[in-house]
């Protein structure tokens, strides 16, 4: 069996790559287990000899913080603030990425400073490890004091409440406990709210669009350096020279990939008779590679923020300290993911771009790369689909960070609507792919106009693997399903090895 250990170590991008993609069984660590125990029990003997407010252990919650709430009632205090707060809203949450949020979750409770019983976390282990994954609603967060709603609904199945899907089926949150061998918990003081509190629907938004981000940059490489090729385009924009006078990261990274794929290519080394390309094949290194520095840092900031505890109060058993704070609150996530859907948006604007000239009727390729135009309206319609796309993207960028809507009474003054900037990152992740779909589609009815020249044995591997799917266009068809079949392909076919 293999096994992934919760432990106090660092959780990389790839340590949860591979969790995913091998489907790694969690299990706590000694170390996370003694952590758990260590920080309860003192929990448990500080509300014993204090008599002193202390938030959401024993007060209300939010504006209700001045509220006392006696011993008796501590376990319906936790049972009332996860049902309370269950009031998510919109579409539901993919599976993909409840599984993530389930695990973030677990590794934060994990380090010894939530007060959560080691009971609780293992019951949520359960369920990630049987694929029980709860359902979790879109709207709802506001991004500060956690991921409040979303957090609620995937809390419920704990109690035996809410929903749980079963293998593409929803069940009972009662019926997914009692697959697992469970119970349901009766929450003790301040868990309710190490499981609401914290950052971890947007945390897990942002994960699974890192880790789409690293595949989609390099298709955005690999079919901008196919579309340049049937645009007959100059290799020299690439060349390491004019890296090394500017030399961002990204831009150099960019153009040593493109100089890669192009290797060995015939089209590339012949002679042109134009002096320049148009910005869209010139400046792929400038752009390509702005967008990979923006995902750099925001993958910088993700993986600080899931290795980090964003719960409150946090809890300091060897200070003897428990303090309310704002850790919870989502600003560093929603500045980064707004810089995401910019920086993955001008992916697709840009391809959109290289669409557009292709079909031009420029450099001896025909209008609309149809042999009969006229009668054949060829790729006329999927350059308006990418237009299309690419707007709406435009329209998704708008940040949400700087939006703020007082909640709470007043209480929570400031809030960071990262969840908002979540929900859109995924939504323009998969509008980039529609658009790169288009691209590669015209891309590779366009090289064939070039034949019998050849791209480079990389390109050529990749466009007799793509013709499995999709065949050259001589007369119009139904291209809605070429434009579906395209995107499948990027979402599944290996890409090229360099």
């Known amino acids: 069996m293999n096994i992934h250990h919760i432990s106090s170590q660092q959780l990389s991008l790839q340590d949860i790559k591979n969790i995913l993609d091998r489907d790694l069984i969690l299990k706590l660590s000694d170390t996370s287990i003694a952590n758990i125990n260590k920080c309860r029990s003192y ?10 407010p202390i938030y959401g252990v024993n007060t209300g919650f939010g504006s209700l913080y001045d509220k006392s709430i006696s011993e008796q009632d501590l376990e319906s205090l936790q049972k009332n603030l996860v049902m309370s707060h269950a009031c998510g809203t919109g579409d539901l949450v993919p599976d993909e990425i409840v599984r993530i949020m389930l695990l973030l979750k677990i590794q934060g409770l994990s380090y010894g400073n939530s007060g959560v019983h080691l009971d609780t976390v293992n019951t949520l282990i359960d369920l990630y490890n049987n694929q029980l994954y709860p359902v979790v609603y879109q709207q709802g967060s506001l991004g500060a004091s956690g991921d409040l709603a979303p957090l609620a609904h995937m809390s419920l199945p704990l109690l035996g ?23 349901p918990l009766h929450l003790k003081s301040k868990e309710g709210l190490a499981l609401l509190n914290g950052t971890q629907f947007m945390s897990a938004y942002g994960i699974w669009a890192l880790i789409q981000s690293e595949r989609l940059t390099l298709w955005s490489d690999t079919i901008a350096a196919l579309s340049l090729e049937a645009f007959d385009g100059r290799p020299e924009p690439f060349h390491p020279h004019i890296q090394d006078i500017r030399p961002h990261n990204g831009q150099i990274q960019t153009a040593k990939t493109i100089s890669l794929l192009l290797e060995g290519s015939e089209l590339i080394s012949r002679p042109k008779t134009h002096v320049q390309d148009p910005y869209s094949f010139r400046c792929v290194p400038q752009v390509h590679g702005a967008s990979k520095d923006a995902i750099g840092y925001v993958t910088k900031t993700m993986i600080t923020e899931i290795n980090s505890v964003t719960d409150n109060p946090t809890v300091f058993p060897d200070d003897d300290l428990i303090i ?52 054949n ?12 796309i690419v707007s709406q993207n435009k329209q998704l960028c708008t940040p949400a960070s700087v939006d703020s809507i007082v909640s709470s009474n007043g209480q929570e003054d400031h809030v960071s609507m990262g969840a908002n900037a979540a929900t859109k990152s995924f939504r323009v992740l998969k509008n980039v792919e529609s658009i790169l779909a288009i691209e590669l589609l015209n891309a590779t009815q366009a090289i064939e106009f070039r034949r019998p020249a050849k ?40 890409l090229p090895s360099l």
């Open 377 to 388: 309206s060829g790729f006329m319609i999927p350059q308006y689909t990418a237009a299309s």
């Open 161 to 183: 409440l809410g929903e749980v899907m079963d293998a593409g089926k929803k069940i009972s949150g009662a019926q997914a406990l009692e697959k697992i061998g469970r119970t």
């Open 455 to 494: 791209t480079s044995p990389i390109l050529e591997k990749l466009i007799e693997d793509f013709r499995k799917s999709v065949s050259f266009m001589t007369n119009d068809r139904v291209l809605h399903n070429d434009i579906a079949t395209a995107t499948e392909f990027i979402q599944k076919a290996n």
């Open 324 to 375: 309310s704070a704002g850790n919870f609150h989502g600003q560093p996530l929603a500045i980064a993911l707004d810089i995401l859907c910019i920086a993955l948006s001008e992916l697709g604007n840009i391809s959109e771009r290289r669409t557009y000239q292709l079909i031009s009727g420029l450099r001896n390729l025909p209008p609309f790369l149809v042999a009969n135009a006229g009668l």
């Open 43 to 52: 929990v448990d003997e500080k509300i014993k000899r204090t008599e002193a």
